[in-house]
């Protein structure tokens, strides 16, 4: 979140950005309907989306309105990014039936978690971080906030196995060799580790992938016989179907290795915006992504 749109929403809250006896209002809670802005989902097919929720929660209202999301789209798995209280992302796990979820369990200020539906996905290998704070390879996946990617295997109900990967890669300008630092052990990890596997890496990359000048993520593009982003026909196309529409850009990706290429049927932003006004300011300034696949 940006400063100026924090200081707005904590004078909001606390003082209505007037004198400090005025008492705030009471929060408008918008029930929207989500119908227009969601697929089609089944049991026969995977649903995987990743989703920076923005400093979550971000308003009061936002738990709430995370829930409905949840619920209305009825997907399998959700990566999350930018978690900030461990106990308000405990408590939406808890509201959400039939639903399980982990969130990092050590020190910081913005973690990575998953959320998954335990009618369909069993977790076979318990979410574990990568690139442990000893080897100080952590550095390149903003060490401060304590970004490491969270690793996870899981089966669907479908049969189909995957290891998936939640990143938060370091942003802004002037980390780009951060994140390309990154992007090196990530490869290095799945090809050294998971060479013959369904895998998914998937988050926030704070990063373009089209960019044809600097391209810190052109080790899996120039590997295209193993890897392929599932999201480059998004950044390719109109903004309008971006994830980030506030900046705009496409930040937000998903990338699978070759063993998912005929299995992966589509990949979309979920435009939940347009079906509800307040959703920035009280949900999320991402859009979440989400990629279908099957076991055929």
């Not at 709430?64 to 619920?71: L, P, Q, Y």
């Not at 009618?119 to 704070?133: A, D, G, K, M, R």
């Not at 990530?186 to 926030?204: C, H, S």
């Not at 299995?263 to 300011?281: G, I, M, P, R, W």
């Amino acid at each position: 979140m940006k400063l100026w749109r924090l200081a707005v929403v904590v004078c909001f809250l606390v003082t209505a950005c007037g004198g400090g006896d005025t008492p705030a209002p009471t929060p408008v809670i918008e029930t929207p309907n989500y119908d227009a802005c969601l697929p089609e989902v089944g049991e026969s097919t995977l649903e995987v989306v990743t989703w920076n929720v923005e400093n979550f929660p971000v308003h009061t209202n936002t738990a709430v309105a995370v829930k409905t999301v949840i619920e209305d789209t009825d997907v399998d798995v959700i990566a999350l990014q930018e978690i900030t209280s461990k106990s308000e992302f405990n408590a939406l796990v808890d509201a959400l039936d039939g639903w399980s979820g982990h969130v990092e369990d050590y020190a910081g200020s913005q973690w990575v978690g998953y959320m998954y539906k335990t009618s369909e996905i069993t977790v076979l290998t318990q979410p574990e971080n990568l690139f442990p704070e000893s080897s100080n390879d952590d550095y390149n996946f903003a060490f401060t906030s304590v970004r490491r990617p969270l690793y996870m295997k899981f089966q669907h109900i479908n049969g189909l196995t995957v290891n998936i990967i939640n990143v938060h890669m370091k942003c802004c300008n002037g980390s780009e060799d951060r994140r390309r630092s990154g992007a090196v052990l990530l490869k290095d990890y799945i090809d050294t580790n998971l060479p013959n596997e369904n895998v998914i890496l998937l988050g926030d990359f704070n990063d373009e992938i089209v960019d044809q000048a600097d391209n810190v993520y052109q080790n899996f593009i120039d590997d295209n016989a193993n890897y392929k982003f599932a999201t480059m026909p998004i950044a390719q196309g109109p903004s309008s179907e971006w994830s980030y529409p506030s900046w705009p850009s496409q930040i937000d990706q998903i990338l699978i290795t070759n063993e998912l290429f005929t299995k992966a049927t589509e990949t979309l932003v979920l435009k939940l915006d347009n079906c509800q006004t307040t959703f920035e300011s009280q949900v999320s300034d991402h859009r979440p992504v989400m990629i279908r696949l099957n076991n055929n």
